[in-house]
């Protein structure tokens, strides 16, 4: 079985401070990580992917995420939070020998606080 | 640019109308997914389709069904719309086997807000 945490149901940061959106996860083989971003009364948007390579991986909108695979963990970043950034963030994880399902986190509300 | 249609972005239906929401992809995915979203629960999965004429359950099920007759359209249905079925519905899809770098995990529409009244 495949699992996501985000233990953050709200981050709150004030614009132009860096930004950190916690996601964990759990798989029994090698993951396919996700991060969408949700827009108030939008669809999902893709943000990045940690796929395979490099363990830092670069997305829209100057957003940034370091898979861990010590930790388990696929942490979202920016360096300089806007406050167009404010929004609903999802982690997303696949397992790569465990068909097409991708499974979702609860979301965590991101508040950029001009 | 690829792109999930959902027909709707707002409807409101009365208590025990047969309700359908219609979800259109022009990317040739296999996978189709609905979902809906509501405050603290994040998203629950409905049902999804692997390939035209298959569905399978998700995780909540109860009150709904799904057509899928052809490979691009996604139907959800609500047989008799009841006021705990209020929520945003969204619908995804993604390729088959999707490996390596072509990965892009799903592509979601913009959402159906539905009421029910």
């Known amino acids: 079985a495949q699992s996501v945490a985000q233990p953050e149901d709200q981050v709150n940061v004030a614009e132009g401070n860096p930004l950190t959106v916690k996601c964990t996860y759990s798989?029994?083989?090698?993951?396919?990580l996700f991060w969408y971003v949700q827009y108030p009364n939008r669809g999902l948007q893709f943000l990045l992917k940690?796929?395979?390579?490099?363990?830092l991986v670069k997305g829209s909108y100057g957003f940034e995420a370091e898979f861990n695979k010590s930790q388990t963990s696929f942490h979202l970043k920016k360096p300089s939070a806007l406050v167009s950034d404010s929004a609903l963030y999802f982690c997303?994880?696949?397992?790569?020998?465990?068909?097409?399902?991708?499974?979702f986190g609860g979301g965590t509300r991101l508040m950029v606080k001009p | 640019d690829v792109k999930v249609t959902q027909s709707s972005r707002y409807l409101v239906k009365r208590t025990g109308e047969k309700v359908f929401l219609e979800c259109v992809q022009d990317?040739?995915?296999?996978?189709m997914f609905w979902y809906r979203q509501d405050p603290g629960l994040g998203l629950r999965l409905i049902y999804f389709s692997y390939d035209v004429k298959m569905k399978e359950k998700g995780d909540i099920p109860e009150g709904y069904s799904v057509s899928r007759e052809k490979k691009e359209r996604f139907s959800l249905i609500l047989e008799s719309a009841s006021t705990n079925q209020t929520s945003m519905y969204l619908c995804?899809?993604?390729?088959?086997?999707?490996?390596?770098?072509?990965?892009?995990?799903?592509?979601f529409g913009s959402g159906t807000r539905l009421t029910v009244v």
């Open positions: 940690y796929i395979t390579g490099d363990n």
């Open positions: 997303a994880v696949r397992d790569r020998n465990a068909g097409n399902m991708l499974t």
């Open positions: 990317m040739d995915h296999e996978n």
């Open positions: 995804a899809s993604s390729l088959l086997g999707q490996g390596g770098r072509r990965n892009y995990g799903y592509t």
């Open positions: 798989v029994s083989g090698n993951p396919y």
